[in-house]
């Protein structure tokens, strides 16, 4: 893995009604379930980067095999590493779906400690963001830096709204090493993702 490969972070306002959230967990049997887009392609974000269309696509196409599993797990604020913390899980995203430019999805706060901080925010009204992790490189082009072939993405956080544009961007930039990654992906989630790739390439 090339040492260009870092830490990305990008924020996404999540917009939820509290009162369909409330409606939603008697007839999920108490679950909350929080509905939205969770990231835009081919839009300049805060960070002034820009994600093509074609690389989430992607992406959230690899992403299905963690839903499947139930290991499209999250936490509630950005670590400073690449690893999903078993003990700082607070949701687990139940779809993501791409929709136009737009990456839509469901995620279901968790019994766990963090998830139960989260719950307390949500029934208080508090505005969250949800933002995905990844790792990869960017290349500048037109004044604004263009996401890469080689991203791969982790995750999807719950996090505040930043106060200033690029306030994540302290947690971030990291150099990712290849043994980071090998405690996310397993070896199935690479031959996974070898054989989208595949089928991609065929359908084209």
């Excluded at 974000?45 to 959230?60: A, C, F, M, V």
């Excluded at 690893?83 to 279901?108: F, P």
Aim: aromatic letters at 6%; a neutral charge.
């Amino acid at each position: 893995m090339s040492d260009t490969m870092k830490l990305l972070t990008e924020w996404t306002a999540l917009t939820y009604d509290l009162q369909s959230i409330k409606e939603g967990m008697e007839k999920s049997g108490g679950k909350v379930l929080l509905k939205g887009i969770l990231q835009r392609a081919n839009t300049v974000n805060q960070n002034g980067r820009i994600y093509p269309k074609s690389i989430l696509d992607r992406e959230i196409l690899n992403y299905q095999k963690f839903i499947r599993e139930n290991r499209a797990l999250g936490e509630c604020d950005h670590p400073e590493h690449s690893v999903i913390e078993l003990k700082n899980a607070s949701h687990i995203v139940r779809e993501a779906y791409m929709q136009g430019d737009d990456v839509y999805g469901t995620v279901e706060l968790l019994d766990t400690p963090s998830g139960q901080i989260l719950k307390s925010l949500v029934m208080s009204g508090v505005t969250l963001g949800i933002s995905s992790r990844g790792v990869g490189s960017v290349k500048s082009q037109g004044g604004n830096q263009i996401v890469q072939d080689d991203f791969q993405l982790i995750c999807f956080d719950m996090v505040s709204e930043p106060s200033t544009p690029g306030a994540f961007m302290m947690k971030e930039g990291r150099v990712v090493r290849s043994t980071d990654l090998d405690k996310t992906f397993t070896h199935s989630d690479r031959v996974n993702r070898i054989f989208n790739d595949v089928m991609s390439w065929r359908g084209k």
